[in-house]
């Protein structure tokens, strides 16, 4: 399996627990495997079994509850997906994500990456409440900015967590509130007791400032 140096040098664990709070299982329609061979110059064959989730331009449109995955770093992706179909992560729901990349080769993952990583994230145009990003601002300064930067910083392909910025509501509301509440497991210890600091209101303040990039 190839991984990359940058997310090796972090160490397995806490890269996976970093990258999971937002590339979670969800159940594809449709099954990819490498007897699809999909023409890589072509984006709609490429993301085949991805896009009914997560959509070819990586937005999640047709699936509200699908993590947005557009502008995510590379390495991010393919280790995430390594992991799925490696075994070393469980899927939500059922397996069906899992089965989706079961069968995809290295060279297909990383090209995944790439073109993921490519697509542009903008904002959600979800409603949001200005106070209450206000106060969401506040909060990932203090608690998240270290590891989570915006889509378009320079650095956030080195960054330790994924971007949130531009991430959908209903899916980080789950998101956080499973790493709150120990649904989701191998969380990063700083960020563990960072959450512990964060009630309700701070959550929906979060969610709110991320809506509003």
Not at 72 to 89: K, L, N, S, V
Not at 94 to 119: F, G, K, W
Not at 125 to 148: Q, V
Not at 152 to 157: E, F, G, K, L, V
């Amino acid at each position: 399996m190839k991984s990359s140096t940058s997310a090796v040098a972090r160490g397995w664990p806490y890269f996976s627990a970093l990258v999971g709070l937002f590339l979670v299982a969800y159940p594809a329609l449709s099954v990819a495997s490498e007897t699809d061979a999909p023409n890589m110059g072509e984006a709609a064959a490429l993301t085949s079994g991805c896009a009914d989730c997560h959509g070819v331009d990586g937005l999640a449109r047709e699936n509200l509850d699908a993590p947005v995955i557009a502008g995510m770093p590379a390495t991010h992706i393919e280790e995430a997906i390594y992991a799925y179909r490696d075994g070393a992560r469980q899927c939500r729901y059922e397996p069906l994500m899992c089965e989706t990349v079961l069968h995809t080769s290295d060279a297909r993952i990383a090209d995944l990456a790439e073109h993921y990583a490519n697509q542009r994230r903008g904002p959600s145009n979800e409603p949001y409440d200005s106070k209450l990003a206000a106060k969401g601002e506040k909060i990932h300064n203090e608690h998240c900015a270290k590891c989570h930067v915006s889509p378009d910083d320079p650095t956030a392909a080195d960054a330790l967590g994924i971007p949130l910025h531009g991430q959908r509501g209903v899916y980080l509301r789950y998101a956080l509130q499973s790493y709150k509440d120990g649904r989701r497991k191998n969380l990063l210890d700083a960020m563990s007791e960072k959450l512990k600091q964060v009630d309700a209101e701070g959550i929906e303040a979060l969610v709110n400032y991320y809506a509003s990039y």
